[in-house]
């Protein structure tokens, strides 16, 4: 049989990785990162370590035991558990810190990769085994949208895909072609929340890829916690990268945003 690691951080997006794996005929084996794994893993996979998220040779050498090849990250691990104290790196960890030109996401996720590879394990996509996750492109709440907010998409976009570009962050609040807010080390939720409270009622909120997206990782994740986020401040529009982005709990999301008044878009320039 096929084995499957599956590093796994916070959110839902691991468990249904881990299902899909299954459908194809892996046997998962999961390292959990402690302090943000979700907690019930343990059930939606075959069998499971749970490793301090700044261990990375504790990652490395679970995986290892376990027979793995090929493994897939999924799930967000903020990065400001680096600042924190929430991450206890162990010697492995720090010297691949110390040979990154900077801490941007890019390069302390490809100096990941790189590290797995010199122990014989190849990082996959994510969207491998999320295919069917992906948004779909097009309007997919009920209530269209106004000439305004389509003229905000356009503007938020360019935005997003620059900041995205410099490995700043991958969404940007918008109002009116003013920028709000953009995202950096504290993630969508609280950029929502900071750029909403200034645009007042009738935000918008862009998330898009980055321009060269490295597939393994860090691939746009938008999930119930974001449209909380937009409805705690009268958000109005949501759009999602088309074919480039992860949707979870579709049907649920389009049917809490419709209740809220927020239009879900699919967007692809």
């Known amino acids: 049989m096929k084995i499957l690691g599956l590093i796994a951080g916070m959110g839902e997006l691991p468990k249904l990785v881990a299902a899909d794996a299954k459908t194809r005929g892996y046997r998962v084996v999961a390292v959990a990162l402690e302090p943000v794994a979700d907690k019930d893993l343990g059930s939606y996979v075959d069998e499971i370590k749970w490793v301090n998220v700044g261990k990375l040779g504790a990652i490395i050498d679970s995986l290892k035991k376990s027979k793995v090849k090929e493994a897939v990250m999924a799930g967000k691990v903020p990065k400001s558990l680096l600042y924190k104290s929430k ?13 990154l030109k900077d801490k941007s996401d890019d390069s302390i996720l490809l100096g990941i990769a790189k590290e797995l590879e010199k122990d014989g394990i190849t990082l996959l996509n994510t969207t491998d085994f999320s295919s069917g996750l992906m948004t779909p492109e097009g309007l997919l709440t009920e209530e269209s949208l106004s000439e305004n907010e389509w003229k905000d998409i356009a503007f938020g ?3 997003a895909k620059e900041i995205g570009r410099l490995d700043i962050g991958q969404t940007v609040i918008v109002k009116d072609q003013a920028v709000m807010a953009i995202e950096a080390i504290e ?11 200034l645009a007042g009622k009738g935000a918008v ?3 898009v890829s980055k321009p060269k ?9 938008v999930g119930m916690k974001t449209l909380i986020s937009m409805i705690e401040v009268s ?8 074919g480039r982005s992860i949707l979870l709990q579709r049907e649920k999301i389009i049917k809490e945003a419709e209740e809220a008044g927020i239009s879900l878009v699919g967007y692809k320039e």
Do not use: H, S
Request: glycine share 6%; aromatic share 6%.
């Open 87 to 99: 991450i206890i790196p162990d010697l492995r960890a720090v010297k691949l810190l110390f040979t």
């Open 157 to 159: 976009w360019k935005i």
């Open 187 to 197: 993630g969508t939720d609280e950029a929502i929340l900071r750029g909403g409270k």
């Open 205 to 207: 909120v862009v998330k």
């Open 213 to 221: 997206q490295d597939m393994r990782f860090d691939v746009p994740v």
């Open 235 to 242: 958000a109005r529009v949501l759009a999602v990268e088309a």
